[in-house]
């Protein structure tokens, strides 16, 4: 008797583990569909792209061919196959043709924590315990890009203050462009915004106030399958190729999300650029798409709120603001969010001499 309850019992639970499985195949096919319908208003072409996933060359439960079924469910254009301290997926990457090739580097260890930075198409193996700026530099010699994977952490794996304080140290010391995973949805499957990305997010503000040239992205670091598609980096008119993606990412013309799009631009200047004022007064564009609904814009300037806007569930908007120059190299970007929860956050606009 006590086995027949006991064999009743595991069959439950094998059942709605199926059932489970299920619905959330059926709950990413209708997030897919709402993004469909959003990039539908959206004028520009925009790539979904994660550039941090696992499979099980090193730590992921599922295979890379696995994985590659899963980001074709959740609406992912490129997927970067970024597993631990290996480039051992080199040649199964190669024949899947939205791919891409990256390595998760452990880096050597800053306060009792090693930080994990993320080397997107480099082609040979950065060997773990280098120092975090010899990691970068080391990315940049083989062609790649540097991006600094969850730098405060991620769900449940807070980073103690003293840790964030000392990479955040050691960044400021940095002189080119890099990389910050500013949303991370590790072990999440539906909402990936908790602290830790919050804490990224006020990183990520410290950092460009204080000159530093930073882009912000958005990947799942999936170790499952159905983690993908929790938050992305949209990428505006790149080549449908992995050359392209490869060509693009340092140009900073993207933004991160969960939901909506939102794309700054001043003039004929993309966010991820430069621009030099001819005069006092800059004009700025914002433009937000979002199926469901926007709620509300926000323009962040030099940390601060800058500009706000409430959008009370328009689908779309177009939006300006100006500012005045005043001599001071300045940085805006914009936060997006919808009436469901979901949000998007620009790479800036940098104005300076």
């Not at 997010?201 to 990520?204: E, N, T």
């Given at each position: 008797m006590k086995a027949r309850v006991e064999e009743e019992k595991i069959n439950w639970l094998l059942r709605r583990e199926e059932e489970l499985h299920y619905q959330i195949r059926w709950a990413k096919e209708d997030y897919v569909k709402r993004l469909e319908a959003t990039f539908k208003q959206c004028p520009e072409t925009i790539l979904r792209c994660d550039f941090h996933s696992h499979s099980r060359y090193s730590d992921g439960k599922f295979?890379?061919?696995?994985?590659?079924?899963?980001?074709?469910?959740?609406?992912?254009?490129?997927?970067?196959?970024?597993?631990?301290?290996?480039?051992?997926?080199?040649?199964?990457?190669?024949?899947?043709?939205?791919?891409?090739?990256?390595?998760?580097?452990t880096i050597a260890q800053v306060e009792g924590i090693h930080p994990h930075l993320l080397g997107i198409g480099i082609s040979e193996v950065i060997e773990p315990d280098c120092e975090l700026l010899e990691g970068i530099e080391k990315i940049y010699r083989q062609g790649g890009f540097p991006i600094l994977a969850h730098p405060c952490g991620w769900y449940r794996n807070d980073y103690p203050e003293v840790v964030v304080e000392a990479i955040e140290k050691k960044l400021l010391e940095l002189n080119s462009p890099f990389g910050l995973e500013v949303g991370n949805a590790a072990a999440n499957l539906f909402n990936y915004f908790d602290r830790t990305d919050a804490a990224a997010?006020?990183?990520?503000d410290r950092l460009l106030s204080a000159g530093k040239h930073v882009l912000g992205f958005g990947n799942s670091d999936a170790h499952h399958g159905c983690n993908l598609g929790v938050i992305w980096t949209g990428l505006i008119g790149p080549k449908p190729n992995k050359q392209g993606i490869y060509q693009v990412l340092n140009k900073g013309h993207h933004f991160l999300s969960d939901g909506p799009v939102v794309i700054l631009e001043s003039g004929e200047v993309m966010m991820g650029e430069t621009v030099v004022p001819s005069n006092s007064t800059r004009e700025f564009m914002v433009r937000v798409y979002d199926q469901v609904g926007i709620w509300k814009v926000r323009v962040i300037k030099n940390g601060s709120l800058f500009k706000q806007w409430n959008i009370k569930g328009e689908k779309q908007a177009a939006l300006s603001f100006e500012d005045i120059f005043e001599g001071n190299n300045s940085y805006y970007r914009v936060d997006c969010f919808t009436v469901d929860g979901k949000r998007a956050y620009s790479n800036p606009i940098w104005v300076g001499l």
């Open positions: 295979s890379l061919k696995e994985m590659q079924q899963w980001r074709e469910l959740c609406g992912i254009d490129y997927l970067a196959a970024t597993d631990h301290d290996t480039l051992a997926q080199r040649e199964e990457v190669q024949s899947y043709p939205h791919a891409l090739l990256g390595e998760e580097i997010l006020a990183l990520w």
